[in-house]
C-alpha cells in the first residue's frame, strides 16, 4: 500500500516558467510532509518542508502547499532553471514524539530546459 | 556542521558473498540513523533505523542487517549477497527540530551495490 504517491514520474518545463510538482497521500495522520531533490549517483538533498498547521511555505524559488482536505501537497518552481533538473521526492511523517520515519513517494524527475 | 560520510561509494560483489557498508556523521551526538535503498526505478525504502547505540529497528524481512556500535556509526550487513540486493544504499541522520517533534533528515552520498 502506497501511503504517498507521485502520479507523474516526469516533467518537462522551459527555462523561466513555473514548475508545478504534485504529491498525494492517504494515511490521515501524517502531519509533517518534505520535499527533497535527487541528482543521479547522488543522496536526497532537503529542501523544504510544511506542517500541517499551515497550508504554505515559501523559500526562496520554492514554495510548497498543503490542501490536507485533498491530501494533497504541490512543490512551485518559479522561475525554474535548468540545475534544477533532478528526480524531486514528497515525503511524509506521522508526527512527533517517537515517531522518527519518513515515508517517501517514488519521485518525479524535471527537465527544465535553456 | 553537520556531515555524513558512506564508503566504499560503488562496490561490485558476486552473489552469495558478504556485504558490509559502513556510515558515519560527523558534528553531532545521539543522531537518530537510517539505511534506505533506492532499487532502479523505484523510490527510497526504509531498511533499518536506530536510535540509540545497540538499537536496531528493521522496517523489512530480507537477508540484510544493520548495527550500531558507536553513536555516530552505522552499519550495513549481509552474509549472503542475492542478485536483489543490488541497489543505490542510503544513509541519512535526524535530529529533533526545536519546539518540534519532527524529524528532518539528511542524506549521505550514497553506496551503488551491483551484485552479479
Known amino acids: 500500500d502506497q501511503q504517498v504517491k507521485q502520479n507523474s514520474p516526469s516533467l518537462s518545463v522551459q527555462e523561466g516558467r513555473i514548475s508545478i510538482l504534485n504529491c498525494d497521500y492517504t494515511?490521515?495522520?501524517?502531519?509533517?510532509f518534505l520535499w527533497y531533490k535527487k541528482y543521479p549517483a547522488e543522496g536526497p538533498t532537503f529542501l523544504i518542508s510544511?506542517?500541517?498547521?499551515?497550508d504554505k511555505n515559501e523559500d526562496g524559488r520554492f514554495t510548497v502547499f498543503l490542501n490536507k482536505s485533498a491530501k494533497h501537497l504541490s512543490l512551485h518552481i518559479v522561475p525554474s532553471q535548468p540545475g534544477d533538473s533532478a528526480v524531486y521526492f514528497c515525503a511524509a511523517s506521522a508526527g512527533g514524539g517517537s515517531n522518527y520515519k519518513l515515508t517517501f513517494g517514488k519521485g518525479t524527475l524535471l527537465t527544465v530546459n535553456p | 556542521s553537520q556531515t555524513i560520510h558512506q564508503w566504499p561509494a560503488t562496490l561490485v560483489q558476486p552473489v552469495g558473498s558478504p556485504l558490509s557498508l559502513e556510515c558515519t556523521v560527523e558534528g553531532t551526538s545521539n543522531p537518530n540513523l537510517y539505511w534506505y535503498r533506492q532499487a532502479a526505478g523505484r523510490g527510497l525504502q526504509l531498511l533499518f533505523y536506530s536510535v540509540g547505540i545497540g538499537q536496531i529497528s528493521s522496517e523489512v524481512p530480507q537477508n540484510l542487517s544493520a548495527s550500531r556500535p558507536q553513536d555516530r556509526q552505522f552499519i550495513l550487513s549481509s552474509k549472503k549477497l542475492l542478485l536483489s540486493d543490488s541497489g543505490f544504499y542510503l544513509c541519512?541522520?535526524?535530529?529533533?527540530?526545536?519546539?518540534?517533534?519532527?524529524?528532518?533528515?539528511?542524506f549521505g552520498p550514497g553506496t551503488r551495490l551491483t551484485v552479479t
Open positions: 494515511n490521515s495522520m501524517f502531519d509533517y
Open positions: 541519512a541522520w535526524s535530529r529533533i527540530l526545536p519546539g518540534q517533534g519532527h524529524y528532518e533528515q539528511y
Open positions: 510544511i506542517s500541517s498547521i499551515k
